[in-house]
């Protein structure tokens, strides 16, 4: 008789083998790595705890009986990323194709409550061929299952996936109600429909790559938020972005020390944003002038680029970082990066990430394809957004804000806490060549010189409306400060807002336009 303490042994052997060499070989060969190598470059060294090691099909049609495996195809359990408590899953596609069955889907329903009842985030590394067809509805009922808990968990606690092989029909719906989606080059594919059904249907013919591919996702369709070269780069960045999230919504996001980059005066920041407005820059140097190390993990990177989202930290403290970008589309506001901002404004709010924006907007994208489109819609999210929350909201007016753009990003009547300018910046309904055009049309059309009695409007029109000092004569602007003088000024706005507390009346929830 075999010892039971030798059995124990032997049968966790067979759980990590995956499949067996073979299977690994067949994953190493496509260029991917194995279920448990992921675990490994996502968790600290020894942290990994499993859960459900020994669960198989209890699914015998279709020959199932002959191919019950130890762990079906998925493995969960728990870990630790720079210490902090995170939970797991990551399906083995070396076995049965990381296919989704009953009690697959049992293993991944009960890491997803655990992590919930623990408060903890959870990663889902997702490589399946998706529903387990020989097992039928239960497949089906198993990803209704993964959906209501993943919906159930959001606003509560981060979830974030990380696609590293196909996925695809139903296992597509669970990333995306995820916070955040991770795609690797050449590795990930993301879609409903195969490109086989599509030419079928439609008759149009698509490549995998084309249809579903991380470059699609990241830059077209703004269903990934990151993409990486390789799966090390990737796991490396998911650890990244845990590194400003608290474990849940109860929680504040973790401190680090930031004693080596004091609040000085910053010249540098003083010869970045020109006066002229029709001048392009990079928003992103301006940032890296401001926050910790010049550090930010900016997300979707590819996607609506007319607006730069990421994480900071200033004076230790993660905080949300929002910029219009005027190298892009001048900084406008459209349906894409209204969507975009939205989606990351709100995400902060629900785990007390501060919100820094700056603003160098001339307003909302105009054309009959944004209107068409429902960019009122679209618009109204980012307003929304903004309204609804509670953390601290601060704003930075750089060079100009107006119309609906200013009130959704820089506005006091929003809720913002507090509002800088520097002293270039021109706040209006809108540009003070079109003011002119419209409020000072008779006397232009009367003027011998019409040309030049227009350019004697727009100045008279700047000179009353489109600058900081008439705006923080209303008080709607704090104070006009000197770029250099930037760090400080937000230091000290986190430090006034850190203990901020605001009540909303008790409701269900909101109906945000979606």
């Known amino acids: 008789m075999q010892d039971p303490i030798d059995g124990l042994r032997e049968r966790l052997e067979m759980v990590r083998a995956q499949g067996g060499d073979a299977a690994k070989e067949r994953q190493r060969k496509q260029g991917k790595l194995t279920a448990r190598d992921r675990l490994d470059l996502l968790l600290d060294p020894g942290s990994f705890s499993e859960i459900g090691a020994f669960v198989e099909t209890r699914s015998s049609d279709f020959g199932m009986a002959e191919r019950r495996v130890a762990g079906d195809g998925v493995v969960t ?7 902090q408590l995170v939970f797991a899953v990551s399906q083995d596609f070396g076995t049965l194709g990381g296919s989704l069955g009953e009690m697959h889907a049992a293993k991944i329903v009960k890491t997803q409550e ?3 009842k623990a408060g903890c985030p959870i990663v889902q590394i997702l490589d399946s061929g998706g529903a387990r067809i020989q097992e039928g509805i239960l497949s089906l009922h198993g990803y209704a299952q993964i959906f209501q808990r993943n919906t159930v968990a959001s606003g509560v606690i981060p979830q974030i ?3 590293v092989g196909p996925c695809a029909g139903g296992a597509v719906y669970s990333p995306a109600i995820t916070d955040f989606v991770f795609m690797v080059e050449g590795l990930s594919k993301m879609f409903i429909t195969g490109p086989d059904v599509i030419k079928a249907v439609t008759g149009e013919e698509v490549t995998f790559e084309d249809l579903g591919g991380a470059t699609v996702h990241s ?3 703004g269903n990934a938020h990151f993409v990486a070269a390789n799966e090390r780069e990737c796991f490396a960045t998911v650890r990244k972005l845990l590194s400003f999230l608290p474990a849940n919504n109860l929680d504040d996001p973790p401190l680090s020390d930031a004693s080596d980059w004091p609040p000085e005066e910053n010249p540098a920041l003083n010869e970045i944003v020109p006066s002229e407005g029709t001048q392009g820059y990079d928003v992103r140097n301006v940032i890296g002038n401001v926050f910790d190390h010049g550090d930010l993990l900016e997300v979707q990177p590819s996607y609506a680029p007319n607006i730069v989202v990421g994480f900071a930290r200033l004076a230790g403290r993660p905080v949300g970082v929002t910029g219009n970008q005027p190298a892009h589309l001048a900084g406008v506001l459209d349906i894409n990066s209204s969507d975009k901002l939205a989606r990351f404004v709100r995400f902060c709010d629900a785990y007390n ?3 820094f924006n700056f603003v160098d907007v001339p307003g909302f994208l105009p ?3 944004q209107e068409y489109g429902g960019v009122i819609r679209h618009g109204a999210k980012v307003l929304y957004a903004y309204s609804e929350a509670t953390v601290p909201k601060i704003a930075l007016i750089l060079r100009k804000s107006y119309g609906g753009a200013y009130i959704a990003m820089s506005g006091f009547g929003l809720g913002y806490d507090r509002v800088f300018a520097y002293p270039m910046a021109e ?3 809108m540009g003070p060549d079109g003011a002119a055009n419209i409020i000072f049309r008779r006397e232009i059309e009367a003027a011998s010189d019409s040309e030049a009695m227009r350019r004697e409007k727009i100045d008279e029109y700047r000179e009353k409306f489109a600058n900081p000092y008439t705006a923080a004569s209303q008080g709607l602007v704090d104070a006009v400060i000197e770029p250099a003088h930037t760090r400080r000024e937000f230091i000290r706005a986190l430090e006034m807002t850190a203990n901020k507390r605001e009540t909303r009346p008790e409701k269900k ?5 979606l």
């Open 367 to 369: 054309g009959t394809q």
């Open 509 to 513: 929830h909101g109906n945000i336009p």
């Open 114 to 116: 655990l992590a919930l």
């Open 77 to 83: 359990g728990s870990g630790t990323v720079g210490g």
């Open 353 to 355: 990430l501060p919100i």
């Open 161 to 163: 996936s990380v696609i």
């Open 427 to 429: 706040i209006a309904v």
């Open 219 to 221: 830059a077209t369709s």
